[in-house]
């Protein structure tokens, strides 16, 4: 399972935290991502964490870099978005995602709920 | 950037019908090819990865096929279920890149 949470109602230019808990499986084998939706638009990724045997290194979509940062703690099977220098276009309904790897990439095999980050004023 | 783009954007069929999606990668990506579900309101469920592969508990009417730049998802005998939005997504290079959609509606 995963669940989601700290989405809320902000200003441009702010901060917020996302978290998302996971539970059920082995949280440190996985790779974990984040996806977000814009309201009535697609899926767009936002960024990934690789697990601890490839150095928690991560990936950004270029649209957020530099304004958010993805985190894990591995000992609280917890998945963090770190969100800054909010702006209007970021608003979205934000999805974390696990990967698995069967066949050579790591691909989404499971998501939580999602929560929902809007940046108005 | 390798851009996905899917065809059509939306779709009607009736229960029962066997139904094709189509998704283009601007460049080849082998199979590094998935494709999800998602309801209104609800998050995207995962059906296939390794374009022609089925996620768990996934019911074998849907089925994917392609590699390089052509992938089809087929769904046969829809099911009342069935009717949803699909996306397909690559995973072989970053960012990783989502197709517009393709919105399956009841006839």
């Known amino acids: 399972q995963l669940v989601e949470s700290g989405g809320d109602l902000v200003q441009p230019g702010g901060s917020l935290r996302l978290s998302c808990a996971a539970s059920?499986?082995?949280?440190?084998?996985?790779?974990m991502d984040w996806v977000r939706q814009a309201p009535g638009k697609g899926l767009e990724w936002v960024g990934r964490?690789?697990?601890?045997?490839?150095?928690?290194?991560?990936e950004y979509a270029a649209s957020v870099r530099g304004r958010f940062t993805i985190s894990r703690d591995d000992s609280r099977n917890s998945l963090f978005l770190q969100m800054n220098s909010l702006r209007t276009e970021d608003t979205a309904v934000y999805y974390c995602?696990?990967?698995?790897?069967?066949?050579?990439?790591?691909?989404?095999?499971?998501w939580g709920q999602g929560t929902l980050v809007t940046a108005s004023s | 950037d390798i851009q996905m783009t899917q065809s059509p954007s939306s779709l009607s069929a009736s229960v029962g019908d066997r139904v094709t999606i189509t998704c283009r990668a601007s460049?080849?990506?082998?199979?590094?090819l998935a494709w999800f579900q998602q309801k209104p309101g609800k998050a995207p469920k995962s059906l296939i990865y390794?374009?022609?592969s089925l996620q768990s508990v996934v019911p074998s009417r849907f089925s994917g096929s392609g590699s390089g730049t052509d992938f089809t998802l087929t769904i046969s005998n829809l099911q009342p279920e069935d009717f949803a939005t699909y996306y397909c997504?690559?995973?072989?290079?970053?960012?990783?890149?989502f197709g517009g959609g393709t919105k399956l509606e009841i006839k």
């Open positions: 995602a696990r990967a698995s790897s069967y066949s050579g990439g790591w691909d989404f095999d499971f």
């Open positions: 059920g499986f082995t949280f440190s084998d996985h790779y």
């Open positions: 964490i690789r697990n601890k045997a490839n150095s928690y290194t991560t």
């Open positions: 460049q080849g990506i082998n199979t590094y």
């Open positions: 390794a374009a022609s």
């Open positions: 997504q690559q995973y072989k290079t970053y960012p990783l890149t």
